[in-house]
Each structure stands twice: as structure tokens, then as C-alpha cells.
């Protein structure tokens, strides 16, 4: 449908960071950036509408002295099954502890042990972990996050929240200056579209975030939220950036089914938390045959690859439309596997 725009002078909004989204990513930067300059973050819904806000089960750090960074590297590396970047698995397990201890002090309330020794934290273990290693708040982690980021955000005078406000668009200088693309070229702002007021307002900014989330819903079944389109990563291709690792999207093994009517209306299915299998959960066929080590032994070289197997053997209701995102996505221009493999 076509939206009518109004016909009044649209709005130019100038601030010092322009921060594309309120889930974790976006939230957590405004937080630090608002102690150097203004923050505009924008977002498409309210302002918890994010996946991070349906996290269930935790995050994984270092937080028991009788576990060790090696070790949660290892078992990093190992899932990764040869595709990780060991700079990066290391660098981001050595950081963890410390940003835990971050979101703890901007008021995050993690799930207490309980016990007057010993650990504070309680702390849960998921599947590919050696060690009890998840920080959780209950199982709505996300939700929990997601509550304290966004109260300290409006507490800062610095930053203010645009809700309902759409991204379309990223400014480049180029474009702005009707000049031939330049490497050298920058990102200026955003066009965005208020979806209230039906108007499209230009945001200019030193320094422009995107923190848009994934793209789960181009799968017919997900456990995403309906803003996980993948906009962002839309706006940075059509800004000519280049796209990489597009076929490492998570897959969620259980979910509460959804009903074909569910599935018209797009409505994303519940998680079924990994700490279930963290725990010893096992997961059976109708006729109570254990199956998932069959795609583990298979030694698949990523998980798009066990996710097309298994949709052969167990989602014959899916299985056209759910292979055939994958196959889009495999296929897509800017899905390069030597550029992902080789980085
Ligand atoms: C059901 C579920 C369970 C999960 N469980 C866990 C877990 O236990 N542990 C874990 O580590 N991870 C988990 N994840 C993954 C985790 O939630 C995400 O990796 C993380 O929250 C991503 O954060 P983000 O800030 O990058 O994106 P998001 O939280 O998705 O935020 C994206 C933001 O961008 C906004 N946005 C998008 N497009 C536009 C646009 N065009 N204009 C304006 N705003 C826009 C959205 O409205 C939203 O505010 C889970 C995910 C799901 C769906």
C-alpha cells in the first residue's frame, strides 16, 4: 500500500551520533557515546522491540574461578569447527567478564546463586560449553537487558529516543553531492520515516550506527520478532558496503510448533530455550528416537548445511520454502564463501 506523505517542509535533525536501533548493540553504544556528544537513537517500534528483548537463555563468560579462558576459547573453537577467527574468539572471551561487569553496574539483575559462599552469579550451561558459564536473569535474560539498557538511555540528557521512527536510508556525501561513488566516500546520516506523522525526516550525523539486528524473517518459520528483517543490512549494500558471512544465521532447534494459520500471519514461533538441552534435555523423533548426533557426526562444514539436512528429514511441511531461503541466501550476490572462509 502506498503511504501519503504530508506535504510540509520535512525536518533536519543534526546530533553527533546517529544509532540505528534499540536492541543491545544499539542501547549499549548510545550508553558510552553520550558521555562525548548527542545521540539520536532510532527505532522502528517502541523502543524494547528488538530481539534482544526475547533472549531467553543468557550469556556466556568466565565468571567461575575453576573455569578459565582457554577453556572457554576451546570449546569456542571447537563448535566453530574450523571457521572461527582466533583473534576474534579471543578477544571477545577476554572481554566478557568485564562487560558483564558493565551491564551489571547500569543496573542489569542477573539471577543470584543463592548460596552465602561460593558464587554470587548463578550460572547455567548450554550446549558446547564444558563449564557452567550462562549468566541469566531467569529465562527472560533478554528481556531483563533490555529493561535496564533502555532506562539508563532515557535517563541521559544526551540522548533521545525516536520511536516509531523507520530507517530507510542511508545519506552518502556522494549521493548528497550528486558525485561519482569514491572509496573515500562517507556516510552522513539517514533518512527516516515517521510513522506517525507520515513524514520522512533527514538525520545528519558525524558518526552513523547500525544496529538494526538480524534478518530472521526471511525464514517462514522463526523465532525472531517481526523488526528482524534485515533492513540494515540492506541500507549498507545499497550504501555500497561490502556483505559478508550472510550464511551464519543461528538456528534455533526447539521451538513451540506454530500452526499453519500461525504461519500465515507470520507469527514467530516461541523458543524452547538451549539451556533445556544445556541440561540435559534430549531431542527425539515422534517415535522417540534420538537424532540430532547423526548431524553432528556428519561433520557439516557449517550450520546452514545441517539445517538443509534436517529440513529434509523432520520439516516436510516447511521443507520447500525453508530450503529454499537457505538456497536464496547461499546463492545472493553479495554471499561471497572464499571471502568468509578466508578472512
Ligand atoms: C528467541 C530468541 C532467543 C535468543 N536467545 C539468546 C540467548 O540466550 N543468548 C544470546 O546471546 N543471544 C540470544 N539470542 C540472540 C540475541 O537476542 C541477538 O543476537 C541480539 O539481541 C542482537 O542484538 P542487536 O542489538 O544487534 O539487535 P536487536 O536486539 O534485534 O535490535 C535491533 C533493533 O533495530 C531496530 N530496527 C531494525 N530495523 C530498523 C529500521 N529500518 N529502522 C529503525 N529501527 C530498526 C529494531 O526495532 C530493534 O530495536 C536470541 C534471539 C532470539 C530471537
Redesign the pocket.
Known sequence: MAVKLKKRRNMEIETDFLV???????LSFAIKAANLGTVAI????E?I???????????AAVMDPLDSYESHIQDTLTCGDGLCKEDVVKFVIEEGPERIKELIQWGVEFSRSGSTEGLLYDLGREGGHSMRRILHAKDS??REIERALSEKASLSKNIRIYEN????DLIMRSKLLGLDPAPEDRCIGAY?FDIHQKEIHAFRSKFVIL????A?KVYLVT???D???G??IA?AYRAGAQIANMEFI?F?PTSLYTSEKERDFHAPAF?I??AVRGFGGILRTQDGKEFIEKYDSLLFSNKSDICRCMSDDFFPFTSHKFKKSIADIDKSAFCQRSDTHGN
Open positions: 540505528l536501533g534499540s536492541g543491545i548493540t544499539g532510532i527505532t522502528k517500534k523502543t522491540e528488538s530481539s534482544t528483548n526475547y533472549a531467553q537463555g543468557g550469556i535474560t533478554g521512527y523507520f530507517s530507510i527516516v544496529a538494526t539486528g538480524g530472521g523465532t525472531n520478532p523488526i528482524a528483517n533492513d540494515g541500507m543461528q534455533h523458543l530455550s538451549e
